[in-house]
Every structure is written in structure tokens, then in C-alpha cells.
């Protein structure tokens, strides 16, 4: 599987944007997605994660209420809706998937870059 992210930009605070992360390649399987960013000098962080169903969805706290994580998987893509911006988003997103089934996310994309400014 390979993933493409794209839909990152430069915005004001308050704004939006929505990214895409579109997979390629054995899509059959049923994994779990999510997304990560990683800011400037700091580590990278879980972000939201979805199930293949979309049953189970997890996210930070820093981004509840704010983000929203979504999947189709007719179109093979991973989606995440960010409302709200902050400066603090600011980051490289990746988009990832449990392609292994064993919980990990072993799978990466190239990452898309957000930048907010206040």
C-alpha cells in the first residue's frame, strides 16, 4: 500500500482545511487509518485514527471538537477536516495505516504541510 496525503496549506487562525490521503496499491485489506503531525523541533504525535468501519474513532484532546477524522473506502481515501485552526496546528501531517493488522501503523505517507498564522 502506499499513501498520498495532499491539502495541507498557509492559512489565517480560525480557518479551515481539509486533507486528503489517498491510498494506492492492496487496498482490499480492512485496516485502520490515521493521521500525525509532527511541528517544528518537537516529535511527531498521534492526531485521529478510524477503523475500517469508521465504528471506532480516537483523537487527541488538543484537536477534539475541532478535527474531524473520515474515510471512503470506495475512493480509497482517508480525509481529515480541520476547523478552526490554530497556530499551534502548524505542522507536517501525515496520513498512516495498520497495513500489519497488529496495531502499529507500519504504513506512511510523505506527509503535507499546515501552517496557520495568527
Known amino acids: 500500500v502506499q499513501l498520498q496525503a495532499s491539502g495541507g496549506g498557509s492559512v489565517q487562525a480560525g480557518a479551515f482545511l481539509r486533507l486528503s490521503c489517498a491510498a494506492s496499491?492492496?487496498?482490499?485489506?480492512?485496516?485502520?487509518m490515521g493521521w500525525f503531525r509532527e511541528a517544528p523541533r518537537k516529535a511527531r504525535e498521534f492526531v485521529a485514527s478510524?477503523?475500517?468501519?469508521?465504528?471506532?474513532?480516537d483523537y487527541a484532546d488538543s484537536v477534539k471538537g475541532r478535527f474531524t477524522i473520515s474515510r471512503d473506502n470506495a475512493k480509497n481515501t482517508l480525509y481529515l477536516q480541520l476547523n478552526n485552526l490554530k497556530p499551534e496546528d502548524t505542522a507536517v501531517y501525515y496520513c498512516?495505516?495498520?497495513?500489519?493488522?497488529?496495531?502499529?501503523?507500519?504504513?506512511w505517507g510523505q506527509g503535507t504541510l499546515v501552517t496557520v498564522s495568527s
Open positions: 498512516a495505516a495498520d497495513t500489519r493488522s497488529d496495531g502499529t501503523f507500519f504504513t
Open positions: 478510524i477503523t475500517w468501519s469508521g465504528a471506532t474513532i
Open positions: 496499491g492492496r487496498t482490499d485489506s480492512r485496516y485502520r
